[in-house]
């Protein structure tokens, strides 16, 4: 089964700060990896979406980098903004491209003007 | 652009009711997830079709069903309501084999509170 694990499980940084949130999967037969943005009580807002055969992906402010062998992903938000607060989740595909989505639990990031 | 629609936003039953959580895809998207999320807990799959047929199956209870019909839509069936139902059910689609891009589209999600 895959295992998904989001570090740091929380973050506050003042604005203009550059952060890194960390993710890390057990199984590397991924199909894709998927960076979420999730606000309190609200959906899921997909940010980024790297492939199994891709090493980045980068969107705006935000860059999302995926190393398979060894089960990681980061994602690189620059010059952070207190817009930028909210739940963090990284999401592994499975397999094939059916397959399923399994979460992490998050990383809650708090930027404070 | 049009987003997943999920109805109702809220939902409010009692114990061993049941409750039917709807789904609409984003226009042409085949495939179809269904995820419950638990307060303060990542989002968990239950269930998931493509082309109107199962395709995975996740930790969804027997006391809940679900189907996807011929225009694609998914209803989320949910009988002997249970405290522990209590969640936030996200539905999500996309379009299977669409290119290099597969994102995942999220719903707001249907707020169940069983009381």
């Known amino acids: 089964k895959q295992e998904v694990t989001q570090i740091p499980a929380a973050l506050s940084v003042p604005e203009g700060e550059n952060l890194v949130l960390n993710c890390s999967f057990t199984?590397?037969?991924?199909?894709?990896l998927q960076w979420f943005r999730q606000d309190p009580g609200k959906g899921l807002t997909s940010l980024l979406l790297?492939?199994?055969?891709?090493r980045e992906q980068t969107s705006g402010r935000l860059n999302a980098s995926l190393d398979k062998s060894s089960g990681r992903s980061t994602l690189y938000i620059a010059a952070s903004q207190p817009g930028d607060s909210a739940t963090y989740l990284c999401?592994?595909?499975?397999?094939?491209?059916?397959?399923?989505?399994?979460f992490g639990r998050g990383t809650q990031l708090t930027v404070w003007p | 652009a049009a987003g997943v629609i999920q109805s109702p936003r809220h939902l409010i039953k009692e114990k061993r009711e049941t409750a039917t959580l709807k789904c609409y895809p984003i226009?042409?998207?085949?495939?179809v997830y269904w995820y419950q999320q638990g307060p303060g807990q990542d989002p968990q799959f239950l269930i998931s079709?493509?082309?109107?047929?199962?395709?995975d199956k996740g930790s969804i209870p027997d006391r809940f069903s679900a189907q996807q019909f011929s225009d694609y839509h998914s209803e989320l069936n949910m009988s002997s309501l249970e405290l522990g139902d209590s969640a936030l059910y996200f539905c999500?689609?996309?379009?299977?084999?669409?290119?290099?891009?597969?994102?995942?589209?999220f719903g707001s999600g249907t707020q169940l509170s069983v009381l």
């Open positions: 999401a592994v595909h499975r397999g094939s491209t059916l397959g399923r989505l399994y």
């Open positions: 199984d590397s037969a991924i199909y894709n």
């Open positions: 999500a689609s996309k379009k299977l084999n669409s290119g290099v891009e597969e994102k995942l589209f």
């Open positions: 226009p042409r998207h085949d495939t």
């Open positions: 790297i492939q199994s055969s891709q």
């Open positions: 079709f493509y082309e109107k047929m199962q395709s």
